[in-house]
């Protein structure tokens, strides 16, 4: 399961990883204080947003790289032509 949702958030751009993350910080924020207003009834959902924002994170610092990477090379090769 977990390979299949990485799957698909690397299938994203880097703007629809923000705010996806901008969303599931938003949900783990309204998670956090159903639980600790005693209302929460599915505390694994915690963990999959956690889990969730991780998986983001870790494919929009790949993609940065990515494009970063790219960049540079398309510095570089002027001045080798």
Do not use: C, W
């Amino acid at each position: 399961m977990a390979s299949r949702k990485a799957k698909e958030f690397a299938k994203l751009s880097i703007k629809e990883l923000e705010e996806r993350l901008r969303e599931l910080r938003a949900e783990l924020f309204n998670l956090r204080f159903q639980k600790y207003t005693g209302s929460l009834h599915n505390y694994r959902r915690l963990r999959e947003v956690r889990r969730d924002i991780a998986r983001v994170l870790t494919i929009l610092t790949q993609k940065r790289r990515e494009l970063e990477e790219l960049k540079q090379a398309d510095e570089k090769s002027p001045e080798q032509g």
